[in-house]
């Protein structure tokens, strides 16, 4: 599909995300031909920006990101971008709107189509999708709202954004993005797991002992202290990213590989997903915060952070489900900030087998998501001149020319929205659930925080997070693979 007519509006135009992510995406779109002649951007926000600011700013964005370009194609796609100054409380705001959106449609011959993009805080969410409906803001073709995260802070929040949403849009139509779900190495668990008879046989709590995901960012809240506080690692990580992930690895195999199928794989793993009682809260849980350096602070000093706060930068859990090709294995996860280094990965690890040769190492299946990209899969074999077993490692790994091939994760996820494939992106039954498992270690954190209790474990800068967390593991014989 080329050439797809649309009128795109993006609500937080003036922001980071937009200026980061979305217009370079949305240019190599349109270098790509998805987007032509007949798509228009508008962007909103509420500086006073003219559309020729926001023109320039959109090919900042593009030599920003970009080596090389073609200067005339920068100026065409730059010149199907309006600026509309909007304070999304402003209800009359929605009416001009609405007014640009459908001369542009007219002057694009749009057929109709709107995209709608929230790319502003979290909060606002609502507001918008109340106002797009009471001021009639959709078109006569299709309709899709992108929305960003997090939806919700809770269930009950989420269901009252899903609410507001779906005034306006069908479930088909609502596209909740996690980028995580564009990038190349989470895109690969699927081929990976139901391609090789020599992972896809050996996926079960048989020859799986258990699952490791660490999500471990360097930095710490940086600016985003304010927020930061609100939240924690727990909702900020674990609720989208951290259960993506495990979802397409526990998940059965769907029948085939449409949009439909993948989400009723999905679907069908997490109705067993085992939510926590307080009582394994507490034993398979751990939380924790950073403390200062010589050069930084502690987290509860950072600027707008609460001096004390019990919101964590670190979280460490299990899950499991009762059905599904590892029902009953133990899944570890942790993220957090301030660690080591920034890097995602994944560890599988086998259990071991009786041999002559006694000892030998476990088999482990390791996919590094960022910074590189790369499975490989530890194994035993022969020392050369002595007696025992040595361990080598076989790599799947990208080549630099591979990985400058990679798009990044939001153009592919905006390029699924054009063509309206929801594979990668979040079913409200999936989000709902997750939210189940959340809400449920949060309220029993909140009331260990009432009772004046808190186990907060407060960990070093720049390591691997608190040691508190070696001890969620079920058995003496597990540990964390990645230290
Ligand atoms: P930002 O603060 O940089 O941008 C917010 C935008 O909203 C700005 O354009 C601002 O002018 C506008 N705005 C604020 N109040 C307004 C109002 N009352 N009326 C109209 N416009 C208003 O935020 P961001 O980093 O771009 O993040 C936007 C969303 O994207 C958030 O939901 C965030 O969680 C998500 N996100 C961002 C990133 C990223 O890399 N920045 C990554 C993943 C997800």
Redesign the pocket.
Known sequence: MKNIPVIMIIF???????H??LYPSLFNLYEQGLIHDNFAVIG????PWSHEYLREQVSDAIHETHDQVDENEVKAFASHFYYQS????NVEHYVTLKKLAQELDDRYSAQGNRLFYM????R?FGTIATHINDQHLTGSGFNRIVV???FGHDIASAEQLNKEITASFDENDIFRID?YLGKEMIQNIMPMRFTNPLIKNIWSGEYIKNIQITLAERLGVEARGGYYDTSGALRDMVQNHIFQIITLLAMPEPKDLSSDSVHQAKQELLKSLIIPTPEEVKKNFVRGQYLGSDTTFAYKKEPNVDPDSTTETYVAGKTKFTSGPIAGVPIYFRTGKEFKEKKTRIDIVLKHINNPYGQAHSNNITIEVDPESKIYITINGKKIDEPGIRREDLTYVFSKEEMAKVPDGYERLLHDVFVNDSTNFTHWSELKRYWEFIDAVEDAWQKENEAGNPEIAQYLPYRMGPKEADNIFESPTEHWIYE
Do not use: C, I, N, Q
């Not at 937080?12 to 937009?18: I, K, M, Q």
């Not at 909103?44 to 500086?47: E, F, G, I, L, Q």
């Not at 909007?86 to 409380?89: F, I, K, L, Q």
């Open positions: 937080g135009g003036s922001g980071d995300l937009a980061r992510k909103t926000a509420r500086r909007h304070d999304v409380t790319a502003m805080a979290p606002f960003e995260k997090p980028h």
